[in-house]
């Protein structure tokens, strides 16, 4: 009997997904079932047709200019204070207006670690994962403010179930009841990058990957966890990626920037040192807002120098944005909002003969969309420069990498805690690790009252994690 989806695949020249039907038991049956119901063939067909219809970003950057920004430089004296973002960031926080979107799909394959990223233990004395680094932000933002601050956790087919049985195991760290929801972010299929065929991960599946940060949009408005954040009044979002430890998740001044703006779309760059940093690159061209990632921008762009001898293309993106939800609400249905980016990928499959392959080389197309391609279309979208020892410390590599690793954030953890335990008048030994929970203080400013309050020993010369 022929299958009820041949004449669509075949249509599309995809009818080679079903070379090993017949032999399938009934659930691997259901299985692939199911995969081809979801397929937007007309969709596919497109992407793989645009494949070379990038756009010209050498042209887009040469035409780039520096981002309107408040930055650090002369903060104090610009149209926005940092005491005035401060305080209305407070109220909002005060008012059950914040809700935190935490974007955790990923897996530690470069950490050498087999288990979502978030598990990943990074706390330089206690061993906490940055799950609970950056949960307890939360826990203690609302603490703080004395309402309640939703956060939504964004997981992905491939970590889904064991993030869940993990935080459940770990009651949440601490979040109260039903102030947390998990939702998982969808999928897209990988095709052959020679002929735009599908490929089988196994004779009963589809090879699928997550489909990107720019997935988290979707993926919340499909869970109805937008309309849960309309329900709760929840009229701003903060949000982050599971792999930045120093993220300053719900922070009063980024939020009343944001505010008092009246941005729909707020995004937290650091200046970047080196041409070259491996940091997605906020720019203003034709009027819009935009990033153009590092490997995509002409060395004779990112080499240009103001007067001054600072760079021309200074702001690096570190993946830190606050939202409007009624922009999110507006911009979830419309389709193009939020284009697919193609990247040439190794992917194993199964051939029409049922071989498993191991390709030694690209083999294959992967679909995914970026979260910061709503800039554009974001009204007053907003660019906020942060300190990078205070706001970005990324875990990406395994230790032995030149960057990004574990070894290089614990020592960013420290040396922030170290100077605001030194700010506060205590007496850290050089090269003494110390920790900090947000649960015993979320910045130097709580640090200067906890001390106040219960000095510690005098001189900290041993490892030491202050925490409730």
Not at 56 to 65: I, N, P, Q, S
Not at 434 to 454: G, T
Request: charged share 20%; net charge neutral; glycine share 8%.
């Amino acid at each position: 009997m022929q299958h009820p989806l041949f004449d669509r695949l075949a249509a599309a020249g995809q009818q080679h997904v079903l070379a090993h039907y017949p032999a399938l038991t009934p659930a691997a049956r259901r299985q692939l079932d199911q995969q081809l119901a979801t397929l937007d063939l007309d969709l596919l067909a497109r992407l793989v047709r645009e494949e070379h219809e990038a756009p010209d970003w050498a042209a887009l950057a040469r035409r780039a200019t520096s981002p309107p920004a408040i930055e650090l430089a002369g903060r104090a004296t610009g149209p926005i204070t940092p005491e005035a973002a401060r305080r209305a960031g407070a109220a909002a926080l005060r008012a059950g207006q914040v809700g935190a979107i935490l974007v955790a799909g990923g897996q530690g394959t470069r950490l050498g670690f087999a288990h979502p990223k978030g598990m990943f233990p990074l706390g330089p004395v206690s061993g906490r994962t940055l799950f609970q680094i950056l949960i307890e932000k939360v826990v203690a933002t609302s603490r703080r403010y004395g309402a309640p601050v939703p956060l939504y956790v964004m997981t992905s087919p491939v970590t889904h179930d064991e993030t869940t049985t993990f935080l459940a195991a770990h009651h949440h760290f601490g979040m109260p009841t039903g102030q947390l929801r998990i939702f998982c972010q969808g999928t897209m299929p990988a095709v052959d990058a020679q002929t735009g065929r599908l490929l089988l991960a196994r004779k009963d599946s589809l090879a699928l990957a997550p489909d990107g940060h720019g997935g988290m949009l979707a993926a919340l408005d499909n869970s109805g966890l937008l309309e849960d954040a309309r329900e709760r009044g929840v009229g701003y979002f903060s949000y982050v990626q599971i792999d930045n430890p120093l993220a300053m998740l719900c922070d009063p001044e980024l939020l009343g920037y944001h505010c008092l703006a009246r941005s729909e779309m707020t995004t937290q760059v650091v200046r970047k040192s080196d041409p070259h940093e491996k940091v997605g690159n906020v720019v203003m061209v034709d009027g819009k807002l935009r990033i153009i990632e590092y490997s995509d921008l002409p060395d004779d762009v990112a080499q240009r120098r103001n007067p001054d001898g600072s760079l021309c293309v200074w702001a690096g993106s570190i993946a830190v944005h606050v939202f409007d939800r009624e922009f999110l609400d507006r911009i979830a249905h419309q389709a193009d909002a939020l284009p697919f980016h193609l990247a040439r990928k190794k992917t194993p499959f199964v051939d029409e003969g049922g071989v498993a392959r191991e390709p030694t080389a690209p083999n294959a197309i992967k679909f995914e969309r970026f979260i910061f391609d709503l800039l554009p279309w974001a009204r007053n979208a907003l660019v906020v420069e942060g300190r990078a020892a205070e706001v970005f410390a990324p875990v990406k590599n395994a230790d032995g990498a030149a960057s990004d690793t574990p070894t290089t954030a614990r020592r960013a953890m420290v040396a922030l805690f170290t100077q605001w335990l030194r700010q506060a008048g205590a007496t850290v030994v050089e090269d003494t690790p110390v920790e900090i929970s947000p649960l015993w203080a979320l910045d130097a400013a709580q640090v200067a009252q906890r001390l106040a309050q219960s000095p510690p020993a005098r001189t900290i010369d041993q490892p030491t994690y202050f925490h409730e």
